[in-house]
C-alpha cells in the first residue's frame, strides 16, 4: 500500500524515519526517490544524511538547527507537493552483469556456514522449494528473464538492491538467522524479495548462489568504469544478468587483473514509468516466464 | 610525526563528529564511540573538538614521538606510561621527540583516547580523516594502525598543565553494570507489549562478538506483535524482518533474535526491525563497557535524550578544563 500521507517514526535522538508506503513496488521506490531528489534540492538547514531505500527514507538532523516536529512538517510539504505533480521519466542506465550461477565459491562459503553456525539446505535448494519451481535450472532462468532496478544503495559501500521489474521473475527468501559473517566478494544473494550484489567480503544475510567477477565498487578507481565515482551503481540504473561458464568467469578475471575490462553497460535510455505501468497491465503477473 | 612501534588491538585515527553526507553511499560517519572522551582529549592539547587523534580499543598501541608536542589521554584507563613512567589521565602533558608512549590493556573501561597537539594529519578522504576499516578508507591508509607506520601530525600549539575537572569527566563505572538511555522505535510496535516490558526490566549481556559494527547482546528472548507476522510477503518470512529501510545509529537491530547495537562502522540499511535506539548521550557507556558487562535499558522522551546530548555537549568546552597546579612535563630528569 502506498500511504496518502507520509508516516514517520522516531529513529533515536538525531534521526528520523519517513515511510511512504509499506510495500515494495516499482512505483512506491520511484516516489521514494523523487522526494529524496525534492528534499534535497530544497537544502532545508539541519538535515545531515538522507538515505532513500525501498519504500521509506532515513532522515539524519541537528538537533540544534532543526526540531523533529519542524522537520516531520516540512517533510510531509514536500511529499504533499510532490504528489501533485508526478515525475514521469529518469534517465537509467543499464548495465550486463556477467554471472556465474551455482559458483564453488557461495557453495564453500555455505558449507562454511553450516559447519561453524548452523546446519541449513544449501541455499539453491531452499530457493527452488521456497518459490515452488522445478529444479535449479529453473531458479537460474527465472532470476535471469527479468530487468532489475537499482532500488537503493547502502548497508555497505557499493551495495546495490535491486527490484525485478518483471513480476513473473518475482522470488523470495529468508535471510540467514544469525547472519553469516563473510560472503565472498561478487557474490548474488536474494533476501525477502531483493536482489543484491555484494561489492565485497561482508557480512550478510541474504540467499547466496552466485558470483560475478565484474567488481561493482573500485576503491583506487582503476578501471574505466570507476572514474567518475568509486562505486559502480546509481539509484534508477538498471541491471540485467547475463548467464556465464567458468572459462568466461576466468577471462573477465584475468581481464580485470589486467586493467582492461570495459564494464557492459548502455547509457543512452530513459525510463518511462507510465510505459511501464502500461506494459505492467498488459501482463499476467501470476504466471512465470 | 610518531612511529608506530605496537599497533594494539585495532588502534585507529578517528575525528569528530566524522564523515558526514555519505551514509547513502554506504559511509558510515565512524568517529569515535566515546566523543566525550575524545572531545575533551582535544581541548585538553589545545585543538577544535573534531581534530583527529587515535582511539585504542582494550589492548593499546606503543608510538615513539620524533618531535615535541602536547598529548593528552582520557577515556579508559590502560595504563597510559610514558618512558616507563605511569602517564596522568585528563591531563595534557608536553612531550619530548625520542620520549616513547605506551598504552596497555584496559583495567578500567575499555577504550582510551589519544590527543595531539595541532591533530593527527592524515589526508581527508570525503571531507573526514575518520577510519571506515570496512571499506579501506580514511584514517592511517584506509586501516588501523600498523606497526612501523609514522604517522604525521600537525603543528599546533597545546599548553602542558591542563586537566579535566572531575565532575566533567564521563563517570566510568567499575561495577560492570550499565543503565543505557534508549528512545523507544523507529519499530518499538512490532514487539508485543510483554516483549516491550521484558526488554526494558532484563540483563543484557554484551558479548565478546562485537566490534564497531555493532554490539551484540545476549539475553531473554523477544516476542512479537501481529504487525510482526501479518504483514506482505515482500518483508520476509520472520517476525524479525522489514522490508530494507534505513537503519539509525545507534539502533538496536533484531536479526532475528539477535540483538545488534549499531554502532559508528554499522551499515547504513537493511531488513531487520529496529525496535528501540541507544540515545547518543550514551554512546560512551558503550565505549567503555567490555565483553560480560551487563546493559540494563531505561526509555527516555526523544526531548530528554536531546537534553542529555547537549548536556554532554555543554561540557565538552574549555570551561570543563582547569590549570594542575606545578606543571607536569616528562622530559628525563638532569643528573645533578
Redesign the interface.
Known amino acids: 500500500m502506498i500511504f496518502e500521507q507520509a508516516e514517520f517514526?522516531?529513529?533515536?535522538?538525531?534521526?528520523?524515519?519517513m515511510?511512504l508506503g509499506?510495500?515494495?513496488s516499482f512505483d512506491l521506490n520511484f516516489k521514494v526517490h523523487s522526494l529524496a531528489r525534492s528534499i534535497r534540492e530544497s537544502r532545508t538547514r539541519g538535515i545531515?544524511?538522507?538515505?532513500?531505500?525501498?519504500?521509506?527514507?532515513?532522515v539524519?538532523y541537528d538537533?540544534?538547527l532543526i526540531s523533529?516536529e519542524d522537520l516531520t512538517s516540512e517533510l510531509a510539504a514536500m511529499h504533499q507537493a510532490m504528489s501533485h505533480s508526478e515525475i514521469d521519466e529518469l534517465p537509467s542506465r543499464m548495465f550486463y552483469v556477467p554471472v556465474l550461477y551455482f559458483d564453488p565459491w557461495t557453495r564453500a562459503c555455505v558449507d562454511d556456514y553450516r559447519a561453524k553456525i548452523k546446519d541449513k539446505p544449501w541455499d539453491g535448494d531452499l530457493l527452488v522449494v521456497m518459490n515452488g519451481l522445478e529444479d535449479i535450472s529453473a531458479l537460474r532462468r527465472i532470476h535471469a528473464s527479468t530487468e532489475y532496478w537499482v532500488a537503493?544503495?547502502?548497508?555497505?559501500?557499493?551495495?546495490c538492491?535491486l527490484l525485478p521489474l518483471d513480476p513473473r521473475s518475482r522470488l523470495?527468501a529468508?535471510?540467514y538467522?544469525?547472519?553469516r559473517t563473510w560472503t565472498p566478494k561478487g557474490t548474488i544473494g536474494l533476501?525477502?524479495?531483493?536482489t543484491c550484489i555484494y561489492p565485497?567480503q561482508?557480512?550478510g544475510?541474504y540467499q547466496i548462489f552466485a558470483r560475478t567477477p565484474m567488481p561493482i565498487w573500485d576503491?583506487s578507481q582503476r578501471l574505466e568504469a570507476f572514474k567518475e565515482s568509486l562505486?559502480l551503481f546509481r539509484p534508477s540504473d538498471r541491471v540485467r544478468f547475463i548467464p556465464i561458464s567458468s572459462e568466461e568467469y576466468e577471462d573477465i578475471e584475468r581481464k580485470v587483473e589486467d586493467g582492461s575490462y570495459k564494464h557492459p553497460q548502455v547509457t543512452y535510455q530513459r525510463f518511462s514509468s507510465r510505459l511501464y505501468r502500461d506494459w505492467l497491465a498488459g501482463i499476467d503477473a501470476t504466471t512465470r516466464v | 610525526m610518531f612511529e608506530v612501534l605496537k599497533a594494539g588491538l585495532e588502534t585507529s585515527v578517528q575525528d569528530f563528529p566524522g564523515r558526514l553526507g555519505f551514509w547513502e553511499q554506504g559511509f558510515p560517519p565512524s568517529g569515535p564511540i566515546d566523543a566525550w572522551s575524545f572531545r575533551l582529549a582535544n581541548l585538553l592539547a589545545g585543538n577544535d573538538v573534531g581534530a583527529a587523534g587515535l582511539e585504542c580499543q582494550f589492548l593499546g598501541p606503543t608510538i615513539r614521538f620524533e618531535r615535541d608536542c602536547v598529548i593528552a589521554v582520557t577515556g579508559a584507563d590502560m595504563g597510559a606510561e610514558v618512558d616507563g613512567s605511569p602517564l596522568p589521565l585528563w591531563e595534557s602533558i608536553a612531550i619530548r621527540g625520542g620520549q616513547v608512549l605506551s598504552i596497555g590493556a584496559a583495567r578500567v573501561g575499555a577504550r582510551a583516547y589519544i590527543a595531539f597537539s595541532g591533530g593527527i594529519d592524515v589526508p581527508l578522504v570525503m571531507g573526514s580523516r575518520s577510519t571506515f576499516h570496512m571499506a579501506g578508507v580514511g584514517g592511517a591508509d584506509g586501516y588501523a594502525l600498523k606497526r612501523g607506520q609514522h604517522i604525521p601530525i600537525g603543528g599546533g600549539s597545546g599548553t602542558p598543565g591542563w586537566r579535566v575537572r572531575q565532575q566533567c569527566r564521563p563517570p566510568l563505572v567499575v561495577t560492570r553494570r550499565w543503565e543505557i538511555e534508549v528512545v523507544a522505535g523507529p519499530n518499538d510496535d512490532w514487539i508485543d507489549s510483554a516483549g516491550q516490558e521484558r526488554f526494558l526490566t532484563s540483563d543484557w549481556k554484551l558479548s565478546g562478538k562485537s566490534s564497531r559494527t555493532g554490539f551484540r547482546l545476549e539475553g531473554p528472548r523477544w516476542t512479537f506483535a501481529k504487525k510482526a507476522t501479518r504483514k506482505l510477503p515482500e518483508h520476509g518470512q520472520e517476525p524479525s524482518n522489514i522490508l530494507d529501510h534505513g537503519y539509525p545509529l545507534g539502533a538496536i537491530n533484531l536479526a532475528g533474535q539477535t540483538p545488534i547495537i549499531l554502532v559508528n562502522d554499522a551499515p547504513s540499511t537493511g531488513g531487520f526491525i529496529n525496535p528501540y535506539t541507544v540515545a547518543t548521550a550514551a554512546f560512551w557507556k558503550l565505549a567503555q563497557s567490555r565483553p560480560g558487562d551487563i546493559y540494563r535499558f531505561y526509555a527516555v522522551s526523544l526531548h530528554d535524550a536531546q537534553a542529555l546530548r547537549r548536556r554532554i555537549d555543554g561540557l565538552c568546552t574549555r570551561k570543563s578544563l582547569e590549570q594542575v597546579s606545578g606543571v607536569r612535563d616528562h622530559a628525563p630528569a638532569t643528573p645533578t
Open positions: 517514526r522516531i529513529g533515536g535522538d538525531r534521526s528520523l524515519l515511510m509499506d510495500e515494495m545531515i544524511e538522507l538515505i532513500p531505500e525501498m519504500a521509506s527514507l532515513l539524519s538537533p540544534d523533529y537503493a544503495l547502502g548497508f555497505w559501500p557499493g551495495l538492491s523470495t529468508p535471510k538467522d544469525p547472519p533476501g525477502g524479495a531483493i565485497d561482508t557480512p544475510g576503491r562505486a
